[in-house]
């Protein structure tokens, strides 16, 4: 990725620098997420949308969220993930050869968002994995903040968040997939 140590480093004091809740984190935590990120192979950058450090509920305590850019970054391959709004045509369905096979063509615009969908080609096999309406309405209810401010991006990293769980993956998409479960789990149980 190109990310070195300096630079998620520096990128973390900048962040933290303009945000008093990170400003209340302990060092040696915040520390410890920098070397977690740099080892993830992930870009602290805001612009770019891959990672984001967030303080948590507990005083001095924080941990990383990855976007659905960064998971496309683990990813290593073409990765396509798609919302499907009210008013879309769309249908899912099992073809005869097992996969999971959607068609999806874009309506007029509509405001609510009622599926998404991520798919990735391995080894010439297509995956699609679909995300319901349910899913999505439970996610957004329970969820913090971000889910309330930027659903649709938080939407897009659960569809592919949850594709790869399907699929074979890399020690590096594997220790990912590890650190994801670890902060859902503290998001659920506050």
Not at 51 to 58: D, E, F, T, Y
Not at 129 to 157: F, N
Request: hydrophobic share 40%; with cysteine; glycine share 10%.
């Amino acid at each position: 990725v190109g990310a070195t140590p300096e630079r998620v480093w520096a990128q973390l004091r900048s962040i933290v620098s303009g945000n008093h809740d990170l400003s209340m984190v302990a060092p040696e935590r915040l520390a410890a997420l920098a070397v977690q990120i740099y080892l993830l192979g992930l870009d602290l950058d805001p612009q770019l949308g891959q990672v984001w450090i967030r303080p948590s509920g507990k005083r001095g305590e924080a941990s990383i969220m990855i976007g659905y850019r960064g998971w496309i970054a683990l990813a290593g391959v073409p990765v396509h993930c798609q919302l499907v709004y009210q008013g879309d045509d769309f249908r899912a369905r099992f073809s005869s050869d097992g996969g999971l096979q959607v068609e999806h063509e874009i309506g007029p615009g509509g405001s609510e968002v009622v599926a998404a969908y991520a798919s990735v080609t391995i080894d010439g096999e297509r995956r699609v994995h679909v995300i319901p309406q349910a899913r999505i309405k439970k996610a957004i209810d329970e969820g913090g903040r971000t889910w309330k401010t930027h659903p649709e991006s938080m939407i897009r990293a659960m569809a592919i968040r949850e594709l790869f769980k399907t699929i074979p993956a890399s020690p590096r998409l594997t220790e990912a997939l590890r650190v994801d479960d670890l902060t859902s789990s503290q998001i659920q149980t506050k």
